[in-house]
């Protein structure tokens, strides 16, 4: 954590520990930061960080898209050249179970981007933000609400990268999947 952040944490805890908030402040190098500076800046973080986590969610309903997309490309041309193939020679067979492996992996990698959000996080979690509520000044609250923000946020990033990733891949294999059809074209496997 930052020092300014270290910084009006304490100021956080001085108050909800009974300091009186009209006076309360914390120093921060060379600057003193009040209370209802604290809660300024806890409030924009919160905003901030809830801003992020939206475009996250966003993010995430764009892979599930595009992903997909890709999966029912794949599973259609899949579905009409599959009426087409001739296996009745070795080097079509290779060619075949080839493209079969691609088209195989593509979907997986689909499956992979689409699968549901375990982990994933919208937002605090709702149940201990009210018990602090209870318990705490709104200083105190809004500290605790961005901090549990940016933990979701951390989370979200890794969840996002994993579906990104398979999705990539997906893509990366479609290029692979396109070649083996021009083989089996070749080959005279598809007619």
């Known amino acids: 954590m930052s020092a300014v952040w270290m910084a009006v944490r304490r100021l956080a805890q001085a108050i909800v520990d009974g300091a009186d908030q009209s006076n309360a402040s914390v120093v921060v ?21 809830r801003r992020q986590i939206d475009h996250q969610v966003r993010a ?38 080839i493209t079969f492996v ?27 933000l009210v018990a602090l509520v209870d318990q705490y000044p709104h200083e105190q609250v809004m500290l605790a609400l961005a901090d549990s923000l940016r933990d ?24 692979a999947g396109i070649v083996a059809i021009a083989v089996m074209v070749a080959v005279e496997a598809i007619k």
């Open 102 to 128: 691609i088209v195989l992996a593509i979907l997986g990698c689909c499956i992979q981007a689409l699968k549901p959000r375990a982990g994933f996080s919208y937002g605090a979690n709702a149940t201990d």
């Open 60 to 97: 995430a309903d764009t892979v599930d898209t595009k992903g997909a997309a890709v999966l029912t490309l794949t599973a259609t041309v899949a579905g009409f050249a599959a009426t087409r193939v001739q296996l009745d020679n070795d080097v079509r067979r290779v060619a075949g179970v």
């Open 152 to 175: 979701a946020r951390n989370v979200n990033v890794e969840h996002l990268e994993a579906k990104q990733g398979w999705y990539q891949n997906a893509l990366r294999l479609i290029v």
């Open 29 to 49: 190098g060379t600057d003193s930061i009040s209370a209802a500076e604290v809660l300024k800046s806890a409030s924009a973080a919160v905003e901030e960080i």
